[in-house]
């Protein structure tokens, strides 16, 4: 087995992986397995020279392909979206001190939220941009306070009834629907803030909070995961961990290059500096 053959069986492995990690905890993964039982069922009948069976199977998996674009859609959508997004730019275009600002501020607002057990759902933006996947919603375009936030949820309020949505350090639109998670193992106990905020989190690179009306607990829904019943010093510390500005690798690369600039210059005034010793002993 040559080196090739090696890497080409690594890439196939490492593709079908994350296949399969993609869409394990989506109905897409029962689809699979319906697949997988199509191929199997067809090769059994070449096997065994079925040829009617064969005939009929095969040119449904010629068609299959369309079928599966359509029926896959929503995942295809979102796994192409994570391979598309950008390792170049910031989850947050705003500084690390504004992000802290805005989690310290929405932290104060959660807390206050859940001891008045009044229910919240705040998207937070990162590399995608939100607005195709949400329904309604009044434009804000302020900055975030958590006296502002407080205020939209007030029941029975023009805005209580949906999604803030945060991108960058403003709030960017209020009362916002969002598409409800299709993942049907979730617990009944989960109300609709809860499904909305996995439903954005599994289609789009977002941080979604929840305060539950009923119970109070904080839950961040993140990549389709949901952490349940995080303190106010959590979340603090979560917030400012996924939503901090990353170092493009543009600003990396210069750092490289200053780097490999500044030891050529010491190597070349420590030549210098030899060849004058050198002349000197001379």
Known sequence: MQLSDIVDIL???????NIIKHFR??????????I??????TYISEWLHLNVISFIL?????????????IFQPELRRGLEHMGRSKFGKWFSVEKEDVTDVAGEVCKAAENLAESHTGALVVFERETILDDLLTGGTVIGAKVTSELLENI???????????????????????CV????????????????????LGISEQ??????????????????LNGNMMRNLSVNSLYKLLNKVLAPKDDVSTNVKKNID???SQKRSRKKKDEKSEKQDKSKE
């Open 11 to 17: 890439i196939v492995a490492i593709i079908i992986y």
């Open 25 to 34: 905890k989506t109905r897409a993964a029962q689809l699979l397995k319906g």
């Open 58 to 70: 095969e040119n449904i998996m010629q068609m299959g392909f369309i079928a599966l674009i359509i």
């Open 153 to 175: 949820f007030v029941p029975n309020t023009p805005l209580h009834d949906g999604a803030v949505i945060i991108r960058d350090d403003k709030i960017q639109k209020a009362s």
């Open 259 to 261: 780097h490999l600039k």
């Open 204 to 221: 789009a690179d977002c941080v979604c909070l929840v305060v539950s009306e009923e119970t109070g607990k904080i839950s961040v829904m």
């Open 36 to 41: 997988a039982i199509i191929f199997g069922i």
């Open 178 to 197: 969002l598409p409800l998670s299709a993942n049907k193992d979730l617990s009944n106990e989960l109300g609709t803030r809860h499904r909305a905020a």
